[in-house]
């Protein structure tokens, strides 16, 4: 009678064994969260005791790239906890930008204090994108950028209720879908010719004379992206930057000035049907290209403090010096890093 049970008391021994090892080996389920997406405790510095969560979705601009970057920006030069949530591939748990019904950890929007999306054409499920819609109703701040204005694609025959999320809704109340009743525009065209043409940033003059805090040390933005065609973003929006088109994909192109200016980066307020108002930063700028401009990062840093009504703390001129390497891939489709997981962003 002994041997069996010795027998199945060894084999259960050898799988505590195990189990004990797997743990201390980091890859027990505990971890399985951080697999999913990045957390970056806030240091010391304003931003101490907020959280914000960056949501990289798009498969054209490299926002899974650009995103974990401004995270650790925010953590360590400002005290901001960070989270960045990226579209995931579940068969294998990697990080795919053409993935584009899947963001895990949307949960964390919950005691999120700001967000800063980079989205473009995604369809999530309705677990997942009910955060998404929560938060717009609590009224927290959104800063939104590039392809953010187009960020939502329902299929024509989606019951979902938020496929009014839809960059060419019709829903009453909802039309050009939450480009247009969040941020003031969804997508229309490519105003510059698209990676022929880069954007200038100009300073708007009345911002600049009024000393707006958001301009504060920013004063040299080229971006390679180029610039958006942007219609009306309606009356309560201030425009901080205009873009002019350059002539080249370098910074030291000319302007083209055969062609108008449009707004790249304002700020406006927005309201969900029975929800609180917010405020909103937006830019047509973003790609992680864009954000090798150190003035690029100073004016998205210092929207941040904006956002969380802390303009008094915006410094005069933000640290925004890269943490660790940063390496960015240009811009287009299909062109990302093929195999990654999410700690390859860390």
């Not at 995103?67 to 960070?82: N, Q, R, V």
């Not at 694609?153 to 829903?171: F, V």
């Not at 062609?259 to 047509?284: E, H, I, N, Q």
């Not at 690029?296 to 390497?325: C, F, H, Q």
Request: proline share 5%.
């Amino acid at each position: 009678m002994k041997a069996p049970f010795l027998h199945t008391n060894s084999r259960y021994l050898s799988f505590l064994a195990f189990l004990l090892s797997f743990v201390l080996s980091g890859n027990f389920c505990v971890a399985q969260q951080e697999k999913l997406m990045l957390h970056f405790d806030g240091k010391e510095g304003p931003g101490k005791g907020k959280k914000i969560v960056l949501i990289a979705g798009d498969d054209e601009y490299r926002s899974e790239e650009g995103l974990p970057m401004l995270a650790k920006i925010l953590s360590t030069h400002h005290g901001f906890s960070t989270t960045v949530l990226f579209p995931i591939n579940p068969e294998k748990n990697e990080v795919v930008p053409n993935y584009k019904n899947n963001i895990p950890g949307m949960e964390a929007l919950e005691d999120a204090d700001l967000a800063i999306i980079l989205l473009r054409f995604r369809e999530l499920p309705d677990e997942q994108m009910r955060y998404f819609d929560a938060f717009l109703k609590a009224g927290k701040p959104l800063i939104a950028l590039r392809t953010s204005t187009h960020a939502f694609n329902y299929s024509a025959e989606s019951e979902s209720p938020y496929a009014k999320y839809h960059w060419r809704s019709q829903s009453p109340g909802w039309e050009k879908g939450f480009g247009k009743k969040i941020l003031g525009e969804t997508w229309v065209a490519h105003h510059g010719h698209h990676a022929v043409e880069g954007t200038r940033a100009l300073l708007d003059g009345v911002q600049a004379a009024a000393k707006n805090p958001i301009l504060n040390g920013v004063k040299d933005i080229w971006a390679a992206s180029d610039v958006y065609t942007v219609t009306d973003i309606g009356e309560d929006a201030t425009v901080l930057i205009h873009g002019a088109s350059t002539s080249g994909m370098t910074p030291d192109a000319p302007i083209n000035w055969e062609k108008s200016l449009m707004p790249v980066a304002w700020t406006k307020s927005y309201a969900l049907d029975g929800g609180k108002k917010g405020r909103v930063f937006a830019s047509t700028m973003g790609a992680s290209v864009d954000l090798l401009s150190e003035d690029l990062r100073r004016l998205i840093v210092n929207a941040t403090y904006w956002g969380l009504d802390m303009e008094p703390m915006i410094p005069e001129k933000a640290e925004v010096s890269i943490v660790g390497s940063y390496e960015p891939t240009m811009f287009g489709f299909d062109n990302f890093r093929t195999g990654m997981k999410v700690s390859d962003f860390e």
